[in-house]
């Protein structure tokens, strides 16, 4: 790291930043001395996105893979200048393809390789751990062995482009995410009704049973919120960005996770689910679920039907 003008101090915090091309540089050094031609990959299949300081909180607040996706295009670029992400997803086809490029003429086959199995694990926070792509694109100077990577070896790889990118079926758009970092999954538990309706232990939980609580009267508004916990608007705004959220941000995770659960039950209206969430207009309401999702309720509800079929 030395010789490459990297300082050790770097390694004290995940969020720390170095230029793209003093890191690109420094790979490729290594993975020459080290005859590593599969580095990036190597080093990506034994890392999680969720690690990454706070791009990892923001991906793990994603409320499906449809909101993750979006996150990915926006954060990717604040924490990798050089770093080029997007998200193809033709009307009418079954999948979408979700693409990276680095704008570097060293070591791109290794952060390539690395950023792939990054971008592969953000995906199956809602896709599952298993979850493998079918087909995937590599730069056309990669020649790396796929076949030694458990993840990528059931994919059809073309190799005649100059971005990394593989294949997300649509239908996994609108799953949820489940953050790994500190999540206890309490639903098969005696105590589960207990615990879902105990105080919440921390500010979060104690926003999201306050906005839970106006459900069937009136949109929930940040004031109503501030009011019931005894603390101005503005100290309650600033104790939640102290802890990295905003109202909004909560607002539309307690209205996601309601609305899924009233879309489950049987022949569910759409404009009494409209209504118990606080908004105006069932259309609003639509429009606020295609931003979580990616797909209106009723394609929501047609893909749930099928899940429960097959």
């Known amino acids: 790291m030395s010789s490459s003008g990297i300082p050790e101090e770097i390694l004290q915090s995940e969020d720390n930043l170095i230029p793209l091309r003093q890191a690109s540089a420094f790979v490729e050094m290594v993975s020459q001395k080290e005859g590593a031609k599969s580095l990036g990959l190597e080093v990506g299949c034994r890392t999680s996105m969720v690690d990454f300081g706070v791009l990892g909180d923001i991906l793990c607040r994603s ?3 449809h909101d993750l996706l979006n996150r990915l295009v926006r954060w990717i670029p604040a924490v990798d200048s050089g770093a080029h992400v997007w998200v193809e997803a033709p009307e009418g086809a079954d999948c979408a393809r979700l693409c990276l490029r680095h704008d570097t003429d060293v070591g791109r086959e290794i952060i390539d390789g690395y950023a792939l199995f990054l971008l592969l694990d953000s995906v199956r926070l809602a896709a599952g751990p298993n979850w493998r792509p079918q087909k995937l694109w ?20 073309d190799r005649q482009v100059n971005f990394v990118a593989f294949e997300i079926p649509k239908k996994l758009l609108s799953r ?58 503005r100290t309650l705004q600033r104790r939640l960005a102290d802890s990295g959220q905003d109202f909004s941000e909560i607002l539309d995770r307690v209205r996601f996770e309601e609305a899924t659960t009233l879309l489950s039950q049987d022949k569910p209206l759409m404009a009494d689910i409209s209504r118990h969430l606080g908004y105006s207009h069932p259309a609003h309401f639509t429009h606020a679920f295609r931003r979580w999702t990616g797909v209106s309720p009723s394609r929501y509800l047609e893909q749930l039907d099928r899940t429960t079929e097959n």
């Open 176 to 233: 949820p995410v489940t953050p790994r970092k500190g999540r206890v999954d309490v639903s098969d538990t005696p105590e589960a009704d207990y615990l879902t309706n105990a105080p919440a232990s921390n500010l979060q939980g104690s926003v999201a049973q306050s906005i839970r609580s106006r459900f069937g009267y009136q949109a929930p508004t940040v004031g109503d919120v501030a009011e019931f916990s005894g603390a101005s608007v």
């Open 138 to 157: 590599l730069d056309r100077k990669a020649g790396s062995d796929l076949s030694n990577f458990e993840a990528l070896s059931d994919a059809e790889a």
């Open 63 to 65: 409320l499906t893979l």
